[in-house]
């Protein structure tokens, strides 16, 4: 089997195979299954599919860069017009939607109008959150004897509350752009733009209600509530009587859950499926660099959620809830957009197998695959490979 292929190719390729039946082709590609002993371009296949077809492509291009790119983001091909040729007749046409074609410039306002709710809900969500911040939290009764727990130092944040949306978010709008600069997909870009906003939001909405509500002390209260380290206590109720800084004991009430957490979890998180997604990481193909680069990111913010406890910033249940919080919308929210990482179809939105599906109900009978009559099949089933 071979094919003549190139890169965003204008005219149609030609590709010899075997046994064609209908059908419709979900990759990219929409290349046919050949068997681990046919050639693409001239160059044996490895796995056959479409994955061993952009094995030979990239080899026969001989370009590290683009070598590189396919090892680590496969789902990244080439547009191509293909026609299916049997024994030197064409017997058919492949087409696919070809990669740049749906840019920022082309379809961007087309697809933010699509989703206008969701921005204005994100905006709703954005102002609650920020009012959130203003309300003063349930003051909980702190005794004498409570005080043993809460005694530990109090100094800075070893990550700075700026910080966090810089590497819960910032960070993942990178890669997205990344992504998006390679393929040329609006809709992987504005879906993974839309769904870590969610999830964050979601997550600080929920974090902060939790921590206004529970007013749980955190570690260093004694420091915030006595700076002098002269604790006063009310005669009748045995409760605290602050006479520290009255932002710093504000902050003191709100330990449970921890915030820094959930936030890091919840973009850090959906990084981790998105890039699993991309990188198809679960396909069985035994590359465990492809886990090791989808883990990072969980381990980024494993790693924030532990300076918290060691700062004394938060107890390590509240470190706990924040994580549970964060991871749970991170998987809600990608999952609104993009199928599960593990699936076949997991490295692109939902969006572009839906208009992948519309694009198909709309082709001429002529885009469409022919199987080959049993006679055909015979004779290309005997012909050397």
Not at 18 to 24: F, G, L, R
Not at 179 to 191: G, S
Not at 199 to 210: A, F
Not at 264 to 273: M, T, V
């Amino acid at each position: 089997m071979y094919a003549n292929v190139g890169p965003q190719a204008t005219q149609p390729q030609t590709v010899y195979a075997a046994n064609v039946a209908p059908q419709v082709f979900p990759q990219p590609a929409f290349l046919p299954p050949v068997s681990p002993h046919k050639h693409v371009a001239g160059i044996p296949v490895g796995n056959g599919g479409v994955d061993g077809w952009r094995t030979g492509l990239f080899d026969f291009m001989d370009d590290p860069m683009n070598a590189l790119v396919t090892a680590f983001f496969p789902c990244l091909t080439f547009g191509q017009i293909a026609e299916i040729v049997d024994d030197g007749h064409t017997i058919g046409k492949m087409t696919e939607i070809l990669l740049g074609t749906h840019t920022i410039k082309s379809h961007g306002v087309k697809v933010v109008k699509a989703h206008i709710h969701n921005w204005l809900i994100l905006v709703i969500l954005v102002v609650i959150d920020g009012l959130l911040n203003y309300v003063e939290p349930f003051h909980r009764f702190v005794g004498q004897e409570m005080m043993t727990d809460l005694k530990f130092p109090f100094h800075g944040n070893t990550v700075p509350v700026l910080v966090v949306p810089v590497i819960a978010v910032l960070v993942p709008f990178i890669i997205f752009g990344v992504y998006y600069y390679l393929r040329k997909d609006i809709y992987d870009f504005h879906h993974a733009i839309l769904g870590i906003l969610y999830s964050v939001l979601l997550s600080g909405v929920i974090t902060d209600s939790i921590k206004d509500a529970v007013g749980r002390p955190r570690p260093n209260f004694f420091f915030r509530c006595f700076p002098d380290g002269k604790a006063v206590f009310d005669q009748v109720t045995g409760d605290v009587i602050c006479h520290g800084d009255a932002k710093i004991v504000k902050e003191g009430y709100k330990s449970f859950p921890s915030g820094h957490t959930s936030w890091s979890f919840a973009g850090l998180c959906f990084l981790s499926l998105y890039l699993s997604g991309k990188l198809r990481a679960f396909n069985r193909g035994g590359n465990v660099s492809k886990l090791c680069i989808v883990i990072f990111p969980v381990l980024a913010a494993v790693l924030v959620g532990i300076s918290r406890v060691d700062d004394y910033w938060h107890h390590w249940t509240d470190v706990f809830a924040g994580a549970l919080i964060g991871t749970s919308m991170a998987a809600f929210c990608y999952l609104q957009f993009f199928p599960c990482p593990h699936y076949e179809d997991g490295w692109a939105p939902h969006a572009y197998f839906k208009m992948i599906a519309e694009r198909q109900s709309d082709e001429s009978p002529e885009s469409t695959v022919r199987s080959p009559s049993k006679n055909e099949s015979n004779d290309i089933e005997t012909q050397p490979m």
